[in-house]
């Protein structure tokens, strides 16, 4: 937690966060998709359990809410390990998710979160890259992105599945987009709804924001190495400039 020299000239509603992977003069800021920009995840939970209802695979449909950033050939693996004891094989991996995709385009369009659009205001307004950083090959959701959210993210400006071998919480996908922002671990942030998520951004070396989008306790983002967790994304838009100033203000003094 903050030292108390620092904790005074914290906006006082900002949720207590830590300093470890402050960050220096902030440049980009690398973003989860499903649960951060979209409400997709109840879908794609409900996606999953049919697939695994048809294939006789166990599975609870909130498990797939802490699978949330892994690739899908991960995410089936680890089904296949519980049940089988083994990992799928290239033509299982590609059959079974294609088969979840589909499910998933046959559920009602998903809509953005409630809040993104003013957090990633905000993040433009500052002048900050913004970078889409997803576990998903799902096109359908990649194609809205640029309606959803008009000009707050380049083309150029994506790390999806099929951009790196490691998936989270391995933090390939965020160094990658690290990278491609040209910028170091200590000008960036990471903002995840997810342990794996908040993981990756954290073993990346970034100031990684979580935000509780969905069934996942604050105490598992808290654990996964979040340095500071909000309850919602309208809050955390809300609060934003709090934290912007608030870090600008901590890292002045080191």
């Not at 369009?109 to 913004?130: I, K, Y």
């Not at 380049?154 to 919480?169: L, Q």
């Not at 000008?187 to 989008?213: K, Y």
Request: glycine share 8%; with cysteine; charged share 25%.
């Amino acid at each position: 937690t903050c030292p108390a020299g620092h904790a005074a000239r914290r906006p006082q509603r900002l949720t207590e966060m830590t300093l470890h992977n402050l960050p220096d003069i902030t440049k980009a800021v690398l973003f989860d998709m499903d649960g951060v920009l979209y409400d997709s995840m109840p879908g794609h939970a409900r996606a999953w359990m049919e697939m695994c209802r048809r294939e006789g695979l166990h599975a609870e449909y909130d498990e797939f809410f802490g699978y949330e950033g892994r690739t899908g050939a991960s995410t089936i693996n680890a089904l296949f390990q519980r049940q089988f004891g083994r990992d799928a094989t290239d033509e299982e991996k590609t059959s079974l998710y294609q088969r979840k995709t589909e499910y998933f385009r046959e559920l009602p369009p998903v809509l953005p979160m409630e809040g993104a659009l003013d957090m990633l205001s905000v993040f433009r307004e500052v002048g900050m890259q913004r970078v889409l950083v997803t576990g998903s090959g799902q096109q359908s959701v990649l194609d809205n992105i640029s309606r959803d959210f008009p000009g707050m993210f380049d083309d150029d400006k994506r790390i999806t599945a099929r951009s790196v071998t490691h998936g989270k919480p391995h933090p390939e996908p965020f160094i990658k987009a690290m990278q491609l922002a040209r910028v170091s671990p200590s000008q960036s942030i990471v903002v995840e709804n997810a342990p794996l998520g908040v993981e990756a951004g954290d073993r990346a070396g970034a100031f990684t924001v979580g935000v509780t989008t969905g069934p996942i306790p604050r105490e598992a983002m808290e654990e996964a190495g979040a340095a500071v967790v909000f309850s919602s994304m309208p809050e955390f838009a809300h609060m934003l400039p709090s934290l912007l100033l608030s870090l600008l203000t901590i890292t002045s003094d080191y």
